[in-house]
């Protein structure tokens, strides 16, 4: 190991690149932990997706403004979360202080943890009975925090109110409830198609199918992190989908629907229930002529096979780098980021799920936005997808499995099956 | 000026021993800079290609560092084993894809270089309109033409069915190829219409006094003509084409069996952090690229170098 060795790594990287001419990663597999106390203030800076409200820099400028000797600065990196997490793992592997605060996805924890690039968090110092304790887990990795949890995320259905008003029936419960809906409503509106989500092949695809086995009372791991995919209970949430799309309660387009795809479907008036994140609140009711059914929608937690569903978790958690520098001061920082003002104007300004739970609770805010307690709902009875240290191979193997089966390429069962296999060789 | 002109061309002219040394003194920077953004970089990947990263971990949840030295197992694991498969439809997707687009684009390329040349009225819109594809960014053009080829997009509205392109099958092959020619057949016409230029309009004048048709004129005296610019567009286009990434990537989609490149194998392993078999993959590809090449030069004459020394001389 040593500089030698980084040198070494760096350099073959670019070579990649050079024989690639489309590719760079660079790196080094570790190096000597820096844990222990957080010490050392001054200047940090704080390595995060891009900031679409400007709402990042207002807190950032506030934070400044009274903290002259330790100025955070944004260092805004690519909009795609792949790209995020490629930036921040090459970093890490050269050991580069160019980043002190990492804005992470729920689902990289445990590869950070594990790899030792970002440094335990004294989760003493921060109130966690007061945050969603789905959310808090997201930041732990083996019982240890390694984040705070700042912006949550939980899946919603929306519904057509006006038109199951206007069939008479209420927001599905089941599964079995939906179809039922949708085949009252279909009575008068034959064109309609009854549901859709994430079905591409990417991480929605993950999210999507782990919502499918969950809502089902199956798991994709136990609670030991073994696998248990090949459960009859996985089957049958696999099954709903897959015989979704065969009898067309699916829309067969809705293979191709990244989040985007399928909330033009839903503003085109095209869809009955759509699984979807609370983003879809404010863009679907706008009245500009952009969504034909503004005022038309309302959430509901998402239908389960034979009672609620369970949602899957997103969000996003900050921690420390290991390689950074004024660690003391980084730890502020994202104290002061968690904080209930900074939620609060962070949720006004982005409509991003806070992790605060009292936030969800607030007249003024559910005043604003309607979903809020639906969304607590939601996301208190959210799983987490895997947590395993190497994510990108689980993700892809689930997205492989669940692509195959929803395409009719295999059956749901040799399709479960490989995956249990798949997921035992990764997960041992 | 003037002066040290003279000189120059004195001392050209006189001390030929020291000319060798001079050269080699004048060319070192040149080689010195070669050897490392290109020289350094590849023999770094080379070395890379036989090394593993640790991906165990240890009781407390935490990954065992330290690569160690596999040897060729990096290789071996691409050509037996699991990955075996995705390999191998790897290489044939990209396979294919050269070969089907380069042949699409020579033909379509010549054709745009004959309007181009003939074009008597708005030359410079006509060429300026032909070149548009090849000046857009292919990742630009890979999310226009993803657009097109969405479920409600503008190629399904105008066949009147609804076709997912986007989906594993050999549509998603169909929509790469269409993107990737209408993208890159003007980088090919451009470079014919340069060969066109240089051919002398009296051979044209003399095979119409010996009575030759415009058929006969095109193949005995404009392909032969404008062979080696031909074949030089060509060869460009085929070693492009065998690093194809970013359109399947962006249009398509990563990890989609249909349309999957060795490039995006290699970028795949590497964002997995296995950077051992990132850099073997990486190589294999260079040499098979390396190897068409050679093959090429050697079967077709396509005297890349030659032909610019040629020029340079005259």
Redesign the interface.
Known sequence: MGVRTTAWRATAALGVAVLLASCGSGGDGGGEQTGGALEGRGEVTFATGKDTSGNMQKLVDEWNASHANEQVRIIELPESADAQRQQMVQNAQVKSDAYTILNLDVVWTAEFAANRWVVELPADQFDLGKFLQPAVKTAQYRDKLYAAPVYSDGGLLYYRKDLLDAAGVKPPKTWAELTAACQAVKATQPAIGCYAGQFEKYEGLTVNFDEAVHSAGGDVVDSTGKPVVDSPEAKAGLDTLVTGFQQGIIPEKAITYKEEEGRRAFQAGELLFHRQWPYQWNLAGKTDGSSQVAGKFDVAPLPGLKGPGSSTLGGHNFAISAFGKNKATALDFIKFFTGESSQRSNLLATSQAPTLASLYDDAELIKQFPYLPTLKESILSAKPRPQAVRYGDVTQAIQEAAYAALTGEKTSDVALKDLQAKLQELLK | MTAVAHRARGRAGSATSGAGRLAAALLSPTFVVLGL??G?????????SVFR???D?DE????V???RFVGVDNYTAIFVGESAARFWNAFGNTTVFTVITVTLEVLIGVGMALVMHHAIRWRGIVRASILVPWAVPTAVSALLWRWIF???GVANAMIGQ?I?W???GWQAKFAVILADVWKTAPFVGLLVLAGLQIIPNDVYEAARVDGASPWRQFWQITLPLVKPALLVAVLFRVLDAL?M??LPFVLI?S??ESVETL?MV??DE????R?GP??AY??I??VYVAVTALVFVRLLGADVIGAAREKARK
Do not use: I, M, N
């Not at chain 2, 970089?41 to 890379?48: C, G, I, K």
């Not at chain 2, 407390?60 to 990954?63: A, E, Y």
């Open positions: 953004v290109v350094y970089p590849l023999v770094a990947a080379l070395r890379e990263d640790g991906t971990l407390s949840g935490f990954v560092e330290g690569s969405q479920a409600d609804q997912l986007t989906t594993e690093r990434f970013d989609g990890r989609k490039s290699a970028f590497a964002a997995s952090l950077f990132a850099a990486a190589t590809l260079f």
